[in-house]
């Protein structure tokens, strides 16, 4: 019998990628999918991120790069938070990484000990449960409240450290599945908490430059010691690419290097090549979000009118967080059946919320126009 270690036992299902795979299987049998599962931008790359990396690939030679990255690269993301935040970094503090997950290894690496506590939102990405308990890491969730806009707060984070202390606390915002931004005063008072406490706050801020008439702010304002974590992945619209970067407390930089060395040595010499030039293709990335701004006004207006109506604050990045209980309190069965009934997939919320996700679905509108209409028609022919 082959063995399997107690950490690959305690990770779960990513669900999303279930369904998508399921969904990829239907269209491979020649069924027209609506692709709504996946936090997948459908634009291409910019045109200056392929030409980039074509020019460097005609080279004929993709070398190894130092595990901290490209130091160009390193320099335009620093500058970036100058411009773009107000906030100095100094280049030496970036790590370009292999995506944000391998930011999130990294990070969980660096910062605790096995058996130590991490608070994470619930609802949240699934991924962070599921790194933190491979790591032999802990979990503990911040369940999120109405009342609060299902953002986590300062109160909430002294109440999830009280009732058993933690080590430290990951955020996100705008947030995967709410699409919850944090207010400026909210993320300042967070910061000023976890900073009470002793610990050190992750911020995921992988979807700014995807929000809809309210401001992101990077924690970084706040705390120069916080550890953000982002990627090319979901405004750059380059998600096959695995590129992403992290800032990092000088005291980090070394850890972490150490880690990246020694883990995956560098993140892609081409990707990063990529990654530096989508830094001039601001318009065009711009022009996509207003396509998922659309969308995100289509499904607003439609779903209240399937029985879909409440939503989380739906303030950033590209999903809707839907309230499915007065259709059914079985998400994953809801979600086969709309799968194999309305050729429209979608991921049940349980990825996200294992206590109450079974009422929740996450619709991504990261699609075009065109196919977040038809997801509407199918849906309404469906459910009526």
Same mark, same amino acid.
């Given at each position: 019998?082959?063995?399997?270690?107690?950490?690959?036992?305690?990770?779960?299902?990513?669900?999303?990628?279930?369904?998508?795979?399921?969904?990829?299987?239907?269209?491979?049998?020649?069924?027209?999918?609506?692709?709504?599962?996946?936090?997948?931008?459908?634009?291409?790359?910019?045109?200056? #991120?392929?030409?980039?990396?074509?020019?460097? &690939?005609?080279?004929?030679?993709?070398?190894?790069?130092?595990?901290?990255?490209?130091?160009?690269?390193?320099? @335009?993301?620093?500058?970036?938070?100058?411009?773009?935040?107000?906030?100095?970094?100094?280049?030496?503090?970036?790590?370009?990484?292999?995506?944000?997950?391998?930011?999130? %290894?990294?990070?969980?690496?660096? !910062?605790?000990?096995?058996?130590?506590?991490?608070?994470?939102?619930?609802?949240?990405?699934?991924?962070? @449960?599921?790194?933190?308990?491979?790591?032999? &890491?802990?979990?503990?969730?911040?369940?999120?409240?109405?009342?609060? /806009?299902?953002?986590?707060?300062?109160? !909430?984070?002294?109440?999830? $450290?009280?009732?058993?202390?933690?080590?430290?606390?990951?955020?996100?915002?705008?947030?995967?599945?709410?699409?919850?931004?944090?207010?400026?005063?909210?993320?300042?008072?967070?910061?000023?908490?976890?900073?009470?406490?002793? &610990?050190?706050? +992750?911020?995921?801020?992988?979807? =700014?430059?995807?929000?809809?008439?309210?401001?992101?702010?990077?924690?970084?304002?706040?705390?120069?010691?916080?550890? %953000?974590?982002?990627?090319?992945?979901?405004? =750059?619209?380059?998600?096959?690419?695995?590129?992403?970067?992290?800032?990092?407390?000088?005291?980090? #930089?070394?850890? +972490?290097? @150490?880690?990246?060395?020694?883990?995956?040595?560098?993140?892609?010499?081409?990707?990063?090549?990529?990654?530096?030039?989508?830094?001039?293709?601001?318009?065009?990335?711009?022009?996509?979000?207003?396509?998922?701004?659309?969308?995100?006004?289509?499904?607003?207006?439609?779903?209240?009118? !399937?029985?879909?109506?409440?939503? =989380?604050?739906?303030?950033?990045?590209?999903?809707?967080?839907?309230?499915?209980?007065?259709?059914?309190?079985?998400?994953?069965?809801?979600?086969?059946?709309? &799968?194999?009934?309305?050729?429209?997939?979608?991921?049940?919320?349980?990825?996200?919320?294992?206590?109450?996700?079974? =009422? $929740? %679905?996450?619709?991504?509108?990261?699609?075009?126009?065109?196919?977040?209409?038809?997801?509407?028609?199918?849906? /309404?022919?469906?459910? /009526?």
């Amino acid at each position: 019998m082959t063995p399997i270690s107690r950490r690959a036992a305690a990770v779960q299902p990513f669900l999303a990628m279930d369904v998508m795979a399921a969904a990829a299987a239907k269209a491979r049998a020649g069924d027209d999918v609506v692709r709504m599962e996946v936090g997948q931008p459908s634009a291409p790359a910019p045109r200056a #991120v392929i030409a980039a990396a074509q020019a460097a &690939l005609a080279t004929g030679r993709v070398p190894y790069t130092e595990a901290l990255g490209l130091p160009a690269l390193r320099e @335009r993301i620093a500058r970036d938070y100058a411009e773009r935040h107000g906030v100095p970094v100094s280049p030496e503090r970036v790590v370009i990484t292999t995506g944000s997950s391998a930011g999130f %290894v990294l990070a969980f690496m660096s !910062l605790f000990d096995a058996g130590a506590r991490v608070a994470v939102p619930q609802p949240g990405y699934p991924a962070y @449960r599921s790194i933190l308990a491979s790591l032999d &890491l802990v979990p503990a969730p911040m369940v999120l409240r109405a009342e609060d /806009r299902f953002a986590p707060t300062a109160a !909430l984070l002294r109440e999830t $450290h009280a009732r058993e202390p933690v080590a430290g606390a990951l955020v996100m915002s705008p947030a995967n599945p709410s699409g919850t931004v944090i207010t400026e005063t909210a993320l300042r008072d967070l910061c000023t908490a976890a900073h009470a406490l002793g &610990l050190p706050l +992750i911020s995921d801020e992988i979807y =700014h430059g995807l929000s809809y008439g309210v401001p992101t702010v990077t924690a970084l304002r706040f705390d120069p010691d916080a550890v %953000v974590i982002n990627s090319f992945s979901k405004y =750059h619209c380059m998600t096959g690419w695995r590129v992403g970067w992290m800032i990092v407390p000088e005291a980090l #930089v070394r850890p +972490i290097e @150490r880690l990246a060395q020694n883990l995956y040595i560098s993140a892609p010499y081409l990707s990063q090549i990529g990654a530096l030039a989508a830094f001039d293709a601001t318009d065009e990335l711009d022009a996509v979000g207003d396509g998922y701004a659309r969308n995100r006004a289509i499904l607003l207006d439609a779903l209240p009118g !399937l029985g879909l109506g409440r939503v =989380h604050p739906a303030d950033g990045a590209f999903y809707l967080y839907a309230d499915v209980s007065d259709l059914t309190n079985d998400a994953p069965t809801f979600c086969r059946r709309m &799968l194999d009934e309305a050729l429209v997939a979608a991921t049940p919320g349980l990825d996200f919320d294992p206590e109450l996700g079974h =009422h $929740h %679905v996450r619709f991504s509108f990261a699609g075009s126009e065109a196919e977040c209409r038809e997801a509407v028609a199918r849906l /309404r022919t469906w459910l /009526r």
